[in-house]
C-alpha cells in the first residue's frame, strides 16, 4: 500500500496540472471575446497570446526530438541483430514515443487554433 502513494500522489499533480490548464484556455477564450469591448484587457490578452507560442514552440521541439528518437529506433530495429527480448523492448519503446508524439502533436494543432 505504501509504494503506491507515490503513484497517488503524480496522479493527483496531473489531475490538477490539467485542471489549471483547462482554467487557463477558457480565460483565454474569455479574453479573445471581450478584449473588444475593454481596451485595457488587450495587453493580457497579449500576454495570454505569447504564453501559448512559447508553450507551442516548445512542444514543437519536443515533437522533433520524439520524432528523432523514434526514427532512430527505427534503424536500430531494421539494422540490428538485436536478442529477440531486447528487440520487442525497442519497439514498445518506440510505441510509447509515438504516443507521446501524438499528444504533442494535438496539442500543438489545439494551440495553433487559438
Do not use: H, W
Request: net charge neutral; aromatic share 10%; charged share 35%.
Amino acid at each position: 500500500m505504501i509504494t503506491n502513494c507515490p503513484d497517488i500522489i503524480n496522479n493527483k499533480i496531473i489531475s490538477e496540472i490539467n485542471k489549471r490548464k483547462l482554467i487557463l484556455e477558457e480565460e483565454y477564450a474569455n479574453l479573445r471575446e471581450k478584449k473588444t469591448e475593454n481596451i485595457f484587457l488587450e495587453d493580457v490578452y497579449n500576454d495570454y497570446n505569447n504564453y501559448y507560442t512559447i508553450i507551442k514552440q516548445e512542444r514543437y521541439k519536443q515533437y522533433l526530438a520524439l520524432k528523432k528518437i523514434s526514427d532512430y529506433l527505427d534503424s536500430l530495429i531494421d539494422e540490428s541483430n538485436i536478442a529477440k527480448y531486447k528487440l520487442e523492448e525497442l519497439k514498445n519503446d518506440k510505441y510509447k514515443i509515438l504516443g507521446k508524439i501524438e499528444n504533442i502533436r494535438s496539442e500543438i494543432n489545439k494551440y495553433t487554433s487559438k
